[in-house]
């Protein structure tokens, strides 16, 4: 739900906020192709946990970066 486009102006220029993407899905398809064509690797990493239990391990990282042009114009003007 918060990685809509009417939600992301509405927060950016409505109520003139900070916006972040979290947790993008890949159906979303165009914003998911355009966010995994960054790069990543070159990112690092701001935090990270890991977590056991039902005998698997959960491994997760988060990157932060500014939202460049190509991912959206609306969001890489605010910041």
């Not at 398809?29 to 690092?44: E, G, H, K, N, Y």
């Not at 701001?46 to 114009?73: K, W």
């Amino acid at each position: 739900m918060h990685v809509q486009r009417d939600t992301a102006r509405y927060l950016i220029e409505d109520k003139q906020a900070a916006y972040v993407f979290t947790a993008v899905k890949d159906n979303p398809r165009t914003l998911f192709t355009r966010l995994d064509a960054l790069p990543w690797p070159q990112i690092p990493v701001a935090y990270r946990t890991e977590h056991r239990g039902h005998r698997r391990v959960e491994r997760r990282s988060t990157q932060v970066l500014p939202a460049p042009d190509q991912v959206s114009p609306t969001l890489s003007r605010r910041f």
